[in-house]
């Protein structure tokens, strides 16, 4: 078999720039904040950064409506801090991955002010402009993602233009090939500086229908739910003329060595795999944020996922993020362990969401301190992205020690026990499981390379049950297996497997590290075990 690349051995961690580290006291994190902190993921054993957006931008939508793709906002620094931060993290064997927003720009990107300058301008065709409907209503019922219309009516031009997300973040024209061209440059100024790769923002919604028909009506729609749902996106996302586009991106990519793309794809599995063949590394695979956290469900979507994927697709795997809520809150505490092992002993490249690796859980915003712009839109639904981007906690210190400043948004009330400091040293911690699992991985190649299978319960023995209580799987490769059975209940269970014996070498309460195993498991609570077989 071929050297698995770097980001198929490898672990992704999502930086949120705004939240890691400010290392100017102004409340914000920064690049400098985060090069300070780069000794800390080295230890930790992450092998790649994703950075989300520290480019220019008015921060509408934080950093996702830039002004300028080629430069870094004065809050985050400079493209010196940038290019210090870079050769830092390659010293430490750490690659930088960045973020990529071609869907659409800020309102106050100079392409989109020259387009909105008049009819005439010769980049008027930048971004997507269509006359009123009879009566003066927008072209057609799209609707945006954060809320309403997804059409704003210009003024002085008289006419509408189209934006999926904010009103301040229209949609860029991928039909035109000046567009390309230039969003091809962006790609090329990025990958001159030496970063590593790109994670590609919404990457589904580039590409509209040409003729911008209306949306089809949900029939699954309750009303209660985000009201974007009323709608099923048919002619606004994942057209076919996309895989193109992705081709493109790809090969500007190529030019350069060893770099990955990355795809932000809300879709359903088998539409996945259309993005890999047409040229995405790894599709981001959000089920693990999407799913019921249940075993049989789970397996389900594994089995499904290893099932589509061919010999040449690599699978990856998304715990967290900045738009979801934190999995210590999705699942609980107890459960954010069993998490743990299940992210880093799956068959392909896992991403961690900062601070989930201390269990940081989604902090309650009072509505005066709302700053995420989906909240402001869409009021008391739950839509709000702050409560999971609130400040890393690095220390009991004041502010945590994210910042001599305010932070912009509140610290979580625990942040004095959960901790990075607290944690380090805490032989039992969330903190040292993550870092006992990333080091197992990157030691056992069967953990990242090798074969995935399922395991059920064996015999009339095994209680009633049990597949529904337990999740257990092998993976085997380079003469070794590995038998890895994660109790998703409260409750003991023994677990019987057909597997031989062996001996435990993890578990997530970090304490039964070489006990013999047999054909019967007893599993604790809320226990994941690592049992390497003889
Ligand atoms: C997806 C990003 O992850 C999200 O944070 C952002 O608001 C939208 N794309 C729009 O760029």
């Known amino acids: 078999m071929e050297q698995p690349r770097w980001w198929q051995h490898g672990v992704l961690y999502q930086i949120y720039p705004r939240s890691c580290m400010d ?50 906002d004065p809050l985050f620094g400079t493209l010196d801090d940038f290019d210090a931060l870079l050769a830092a993290a390659h010293r430490l064997n750490i690659k930088i991955v960045v973020d990529y927003i071609p869907n659409h720009t800020s309102d106050q990107h100079p392409w989109f002010l020259a387009a909105r300058s008049s009819r005439q301008h010769p980049q008027r065709d930048w971004y997507i402009w269509r006359d009123p409907a009879p009566g003066g209503d927008p072209p057609n019922n799209w609707l945006s993602v ?20 904010l009103k301040e973040q229209p949609d860029l024209n991928w039909r035109n090939p000046d567009v390309r061209q230039a969003m091809g440059e962006v790609l090329r100024f990025w990958l001159d500086r030496g970063v590593d790769g790109f994670r590609v923002d919404a990457l589904a919604r580039v590409i509209k229908e040409a ?13 209660g739910q985000d009201p974007y749902y009323q709608l099923l996106p048919t002619y606004s996302r994942d057209l076919p003329e996309l895989q193109e586009v992705i081709g493109f991106l790809r090969r500007i990519v190529d030019e350069y060595d060893d770099r990955v793309v990355i795809g932000e794809v809300y879709l359903p599995l088998p539409r996945l795999i259309a993005y890999y063949e047409a040229g995405v590394h790894l599709p ?14 789970i397996r389900q979507v594994i089995d499904t996922y290893e099932g589509l994927l061919s010999a040449q697709q690599w699978p990856n795997w998304v715990l967290g993020n900045h738009d979801v809520s934190r999995i210590a809150t999705r699942v609980g505490q107890d459960q954010a362990r069993v998490a743990a092992m299940l992210l880093l002993t799956l068959r392909g490249t896992p991403t961690l969401y900062y601070g989930d690796e201390i269990g940081m859980r989604d902090v309650a915003i009072p509505p005066a301190l709302v700053q995420d712009p989906w909240e402001k839109n869409v009021p008391g639904r739950g839509l709000g992205r702050d409560p999971e981007r609130t400040p890393m906690q690095w220390s009991a210190e004041r502010q945590a020690g994210f910042t001599s400043g305010t932070p912009w948004l509140p610290l979580a009330d625990d942040f ?23 080091k197992l991985r990157a030691s056992a190649p069967a953990l990242h390379n090798g074969a995935y299978a399922p395991v059920g319960s064996t ?14 799987y092998t993976r085997t490769g380079s003469g070794n297996q590995f038998l890895i059975v994660l109790n998703f209940s409260a409750a003991l269970v023994p677990f019987m497997h057909a597997k031989g014996h062996g001996h435990i070498c993890l578990s997530t309460e970090l304490d039964r590290e070489g006990e013999e195993v047999t054909g019967t498991l007893t599993l604790r609570a809320n226990e994941g075990i690592i049992v390497q077989i003889a």
């Open 416 to 438: 004095m026990e959960v901790n990075v400091v607290a944690q380090r040293h805490d032989p039992r911690s969330l903190l040292t499981l993550y870092r006992r699992l990333l």
């Open 459 to 472: 015999g009339a023995a095994g209680p009633a049950g049990v597949d529904e209580q337990v999740l257990a």
């Open 146 to 165: 954060f809320g309403g219309s997804a059409w704003q009516w210009d003024e002085r031009t008289s006419q509408y233009f189209l934006h999926s997300f």
């Open 211 to 223: 003729a911008l028909r209306d949306d089809p009506p949900n029939p699954a729609y309750t009303p």
């Open 284 to 297: 981001f695979n959000f089920q693990l944020l999407k799913v019921a956290w249940q075993p049989l469900i």
């Open 23 to 72: 290392g100017d006291g102004d409340g914000v994190g920064d690049l400098r904040g985060v090069l300070s902190r780069l000794e800390y993921y080295h230890w930790l054993g992450v092998t790649a950064l994703w950075l989300s957006p520290f480019y220019p931008s008015p921060m509408a939508d934080f950093g996702y409506d830039v002004s300028n793709y080629t430069d870094v």
